[in-house]
């Protein structure tokens, strides 16, 4: 399984970005897919995770501001964010998950400054 991230960016407070992370390999909808992200000096903290059946999962910091949409036939995964904080910037990483097995991506870097 190989993930690919893309859509950081640099973004003034207050707006919006789309990552995306496309899954290629032996992966399909049995795998639970999720974003999280890193602050320098910290571990991973969850942002947002989806099912292969759709359920979402939000972290309180996420909620009402973060939508995570799976794309099951184009094996990609989104992070649409908006309202974005100054404190939302970090490394954001794609996991899969089934099981014991689990898999990250490269990351893709979100800077939110004026």
């Known amino acids: 399984v190989h993930l690919v991230e893309s859509g950081g960016g640099l973004v003034q407070p207050g707006g919006s970005l789309k990552l995306s992370c496309k899954a290629s390999?032996?992966?399909?909808?049995?795998?639970?897919m999720a974003w999280y992200r890193q602050f320098p000096g910290e571990r991973h903290e969850l942002v947002a995770s989806i099912t292969g059946g759709g359920s979402t999962n939000y972290a309180d910091s996420a909620k009402g501001r973060f939508t995570i949409v799976r794309d099951n036939a184009k094996t990609t995964i989104y992070l649409e964010m908006n309202s974005l904080r100054p404190e939302d910037a970090a490394m954001y990483y794609c996991?899969?998950?089934?099981?014991?097995?689990?898999?990250w991506g490269q990351g893709t870097q979100v800077i939110v400054s004026s």
């Open positions: 996991k899969a998950t089934r099981g014991l097995q689990s898999y």
């Open positions: 390999g032996s992966i399909d909808n049995t795998y639970a």
